[in-house]
């Protein structure tokens, strides 16, 4: 059984050794693995190659449309397994697109890497519209979940899922990041954050942006915000380091 994974070049895994750059795991070394398709379509998305292949014509900033043949590589989950315990962090951050699309894969993944290299911590970074599969959820450590307001573009009732949304903001597993491009945005931060009582502890705000210039503007007013309101802050620390490039 395969996985379908993004490509940093044609041929070529997006499968890397970074730093982790958002959200609670900041600043630790991690292994990424990011995989292909999304059933959203954020205007903004930095990700469109995983998703927006010809043909697709749901409405994205840079308007790109990407050859799926170049962008997407299927590979065993047991070779994928071997690429990543051959790096040297002992932690594994997924994420896509929306990784949670191949739940059963990834969870067949998790445990051929438990098998090699016992003792990862797993991290998954989605959208927060879909169940992690049940054999996938129990090998997970920590959600990064980052439900997309309005200004992504996507409808609401795609975009957020109430009964999704509950069981995420009731699991201590799951840190919630929103994606803010303007100080108007935190109204529908907060109206859910009231809905589903998410506590301002697992509640990350982190400024759009794809250059080190917007995000160090949007990060001036969005702190300001975070002190006012009890939540955390969270940069994008891989884009200062190198900027908008795959595999980093
Ligand atoms: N270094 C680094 N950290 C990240 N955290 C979340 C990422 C993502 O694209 O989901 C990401 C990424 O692409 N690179
Ligand atoms: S949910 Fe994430 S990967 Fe999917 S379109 Fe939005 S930003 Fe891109
Ligand atoms: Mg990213």
């Not at 047991?78 to 949670?100: F, K, S």
Request: aromatic share 8%; proline share 7%.
């Amino acid at each position: 059984m395969t996985l379908i994974l993004a490509t940093t070049t044609p041929g070529e895994p997006e499968l890397f050794a970074s730093l982790q750059g958002e959200g609670a795991s900041t600043g630790r070394p991690s292994t990424f693995v990011r995989l292909s398709h999304c059933n959203l379509a954020c205007q903004w998305c930095d990700t469109a190659y995983t998703w927006r292949f010809e043909g697709d014509n749901r409405p994205h900033r840079d308007e790109a449309a990407f050859e799926r043949k170049a962008n997407q590589l299927s590979l065993d989950e047991q070779d994928v397994a071997e690429r990543v315990a051959a790096l040297p962090p002992d932690r594994l951050v997924i994420t896509g697109g929306e990784p949670l699309l191949q739940g059963a894969a990834l969870a067949r993944m998790v445990e051929a890497l438990s098998a090699i290299r016992p003792g990862f911590h797993i991290e998954i970074e989605t959208n927060g519209t879909v169940a992690p599969h049940r054999a996938l959820d129990p090998l997970v450590h920590q959600f990064n979940v980052s439900p997309k307001l309005a200004h992504s573009g996507n409808p609401a009732d795609l975009a957020q899922i109430p009964e999704r949304l509950a069981v995420w903001a009731a699991d201590p597993r799951a840190f919630f990041k929103f994606v803010v491009a303007e100080p108007g945005d935190l109204d529908e931060v907060l109206a859910l954050q009231q809905a589903y009582a998410i506590p301002g502890e697992r509640l990350f705000l982190m400024p759009e942006g794809r250059t080190g210039d917007v995000l160090r503007e949007r990060a001036v007013w969005l702190a300001d915000i975070c002190v006012q309101h009890g939540l955390r802050f969270t940069d994008r620390l891989h884009i200062h380091l190198w900027g908008d490039t795959r595999g980093t």
